[in-house]
């Protein structure tokens, strides 16, 4: 394969591997969220939000300091694994997965919220268990927000600059992803490559939101 | 079958919900209260969709609520029929029908499908969904889901509620017959006490967040206690069967099974048991019998209860033989006649509304 696209590959992996990771705990969050009437909803909506207004560099830099070797977590993920947290592939993508967390937990929670308790209490008069009727009423009825939640996931994931570089550096083929390879390009006046990389990203990303639009806009008409 | 029965209290910052109350083996208990009255929340205490409630509740000798134990929702086999229907939009008509007939808990005694779609006229909607679908088609897929599961016991919202007046007539007869079908309780929440008229056996009047009657309707209409008998919405019912019809005047006779006799327009099958429903403001009295008149129904009988005073109007209960008849007269009338308790007096019914059973 041509190594230039390497990063891209890269990129693609730990978009992907975000993007499922934060649907499996995005979800439950989601719907703790739509549900509660806990008085550290706010709290935890706060804290849920905040890798939206963040500069990705304050991001890194704590990320960077709690996976570091000398923290607890960091030198606990030495002890199992021997590897480190920073500069690592297994770093980028716990980093990725804080940063993105807003981007799924946000349309699906709007979508479990949509859903109300109404057609919850339907489905329990009609001899649905709890987690029965989770499966068969609330997630289809949430299908646009799990949709908007993991395009919107895995497109974030692909964008992020700042945090890679501060958590994960550039290490060709662990933590060299796209945007990082793009960056050093153009430091080293490699306008060619970058254009080559650049131009997939830009491409991928419209067609990524196009899908996601054209999708959101049928199953609006059905329902 | 046991009867079953429910005494429970739900406290909410803002309001309370007490009831004590009997619900028969079989037949149609109407809940029924102005809007606000509790109704609705003592509905959703029946089915286990409310918190915090407190008492007891035991369906057929098996108990739902006490005070060691809270049956959830979906273990007390109910069919619950909501006010917006509440169907799943995802699902096609079809898809509704079976979501409950699949999670019904005891497969025994399954209810015929085809028979009930048939019943409730919604074999052409089957591969529908919701939003294809009519208000009135909506609610007969709502009941149909509801009772497809099984359930031991039917709760019904103020389906109608949502209808407009052509689309409840459109309804009614498919509750009449489910009325006559079924084999299971049902309870049915409204306002509007012309449905629970034709649709109900016993009834649970509302009021402010409290049961004040339980009993027969026949009784509650006529009963003080039960409230209904205002001179706003006077009503009694009288339990009859056909016994002649006149052919060339387009009329029936109708024997009460107290012993007295109605004429109402339309032939109908001799010996059929009718209700009839004698609205108080079409009854009015005279103290002698009344010569040359136009007014077919004319029986005697006895005032027993001045029941209500208001706006120049006073209602009067009449006992004839041992049928109640309520009657709206004005306050003048009441004057000039000296009517008075136990005066004998002769009913004029100028109309009668009849409903087949």
């Known amino acids: ?223 | 079958m046991s009867a079953s029965e429910c005494c429970i209290r739900l406290r909410r910052r803002s309001f309370c919900v007490e009831a004590d109350f009997v619900i028969p083996s079989r037949g149609v208990l109407g809940i029924f209260g102005h809007s606000g009255s509790g109704k609705t929340t003592l509905l959703r205490c029946l089915a286990g969709l409310e918190k915090d409630v407190q008492g007891v509740i035991r369906v057929n000798g098996e108990t739902w609520l006490d005070e060691n134990k809270i049956l959830s929702s979906q273990k007390r086999n109910i069919g619950y029929v909501f006010q917006e229907g509440r169907l799943f939009p995802h699902l096609t008509v079809k898809g509704n029908l079976e979501y409950g007939a699949q999670r019904n808990p005891e497969n025994s005694n399954v209810v015929d499908c085809s028979h009930l779609v048939e019943l409730l006229n919604i074999e052409h909607l089957l591969g529908r969904y919701s939003y294809q679908l009519s208000g009135g088609e909506k609610q007969r897929v709502a009941i149909g889901r509801a009772l497809l599961k099984n359930p031991r016991m039917l709760l019904l919202d103020e389906p109608l509620a949502s209808l407009d007046e052509g689309r409840k007539q459109e309804i009614l007869p498919y509750l009449e017959r489910l009325h006559e079908e079924l084999n299971i309780p049902a309870l049915y929440v409204s306002h509007n006490i012309e449905e629970m008229l034709r649709l109900c056996d016993d009834i649970l009047v509302m009021r402010q967040g409290k049961s004040v009657f339980n009993g027969n309707i026949c009784d509650a209409l006529v009963s003080p206690q039960s409230s209904l008998a205002t001179v706003n919405n006077a009503v009694v019912v009288l339990e009859g069967s056909v016994s002649k019809q006149e052919k060339e005047f387009n009329i029936s006779t109708i024997h009460t099974v107290n012993g007295n006799q109605f004429q109402v327009p339309g032939m109908m099958a001799i010996g059929k048991h009718v209700r009839l429903i004698i609205f108080a403001s079409d009854v009015s009295l005279a103290v002698n019998r009344a010569s040359g008149s136009s007014i077919l129904n004319i029986i005697k009988g006895r005032v027993s209860a001045v029941l209500d005073r208001k706006d120049g109007r006073v209602l009067l209960r009449i006992d004839c033989r041992r049928d109640i008849v309520l009657s709206l007269i004005s306050m003048k009338s009441f004057e000039l006649l000296q009517l008075d308790l136990d005066k004998e007096v002769y009913v004029q019914v100028k109309a009668v509304v009849t409903h087949g059973s």
């Not at chain 1, 890269?10 to 009437?37: D, Q």
């Not at chain 1, 501060?166 to 390879?181: Q, W």
């Open chain 1, 1 to 223: 394969m041509f190594p230039g696209l390497d990063p891209l590959l890269l990129t693609a992996k730990l978009a992907m591997l975000t993007t499922l990771i934060l649907l499996v705990i995005g979800t439950p969050a989601a719907w703790w969220l739509a549900n509660t009437s806990s008085r550290i909803k706010p709290v935890i909506e706060a804290v849920v939000a905040l890798p939206i207004v963040l500069p990705p560099t304050v991001l890194g830099f704590y990320l960077l300091v709690i996976m570091s070797p000398q923290s607890t977590i960091g030198s606990w993920w030495v002890d199992i694994t021997g590897q480190t947290l920073t500069f690592s592939f297994s770093g980028l993508v716990i980093a990725s997965v804080i940063y993105s967390l807003p981007f799924v937990v946000q349309p699906i929670q709007n979508a479990f919220e949509s859903v109300g308790r109404d057609m919850m209490e339907a489905a329990y008069t009609l001899g649905a268990k709890p987690l029965d009727a989770f499966f068969t009423v609330a997630v289809p009825l949430a299908k646009r927000g799990f949709l908007t939640g993991g395009i919107l996931g895995f497109a974030h994931t692909l964008g992020e600059f700042g945090v890679v570089l501060m958590v994960g550096g550039n290490i060709p083929g662990e933590t060299r992803v796209a945007s990082i390879a793009i960056y050093d390009h153009v430091e080293m006046l490699e306008y060619d490559q970058a254009h080559v990389l650049a131009a997939i990203l830009l491409a991928f990303a419209f067609g990524t939101m196009l899908f996601m639009y054209l999708l959101n806009h049928r199953l609006k008409v059905r329902s």
